[in-house]
């Protein structure tokens, strides 16, 4: 077997079936790494590095500490330990963790903000409101 085989087997030699979340894409955006322009992926994001520009991720955007989204955020679930310059619209939730620093607004129907983490902006939590930041795409 292939260290690049793309079927997992079990101990009898049968496939294995994969795992829901296994077939949603994930990138990495590295500690190292600047995007400059907005990114787009219907998958999974974890940002280490720094962003400039809209990010539109459709499952979840991860916000590693001492990383920086200069930009709109618009996905289903955020969660924050880095710093975001701009709104943060999520349409199932939002966690912010106690390193996290966001200056802009937050539309989305549950969030979670541990002890530490600082909002410079308004709180919107109910569902219209982050259905409704998805129709400002800028």
Known sequence: ???FSSAARDEQGNELRRRRTDQIPFSIIASDMTV???????GVVRVEGRVRGT???GAQVLVAAGAVIEG????QEAVIAGQV???IYAKDRVELQATAVVTGDILTPRIAIVEGARVSGEVKMDAESAAAGDSHKS
């Open 55 to 57: 990010v539109r991720v």
């Open 1 to 3: 077997m292939g260290i």
């Open 36 to 42: 400059i322009g907005d990114l787009e992926t219907e």
């Open 72 to 75: 709109d955020l618009h996905t």
């Open 85 to 87: 310059s701009g709104g």
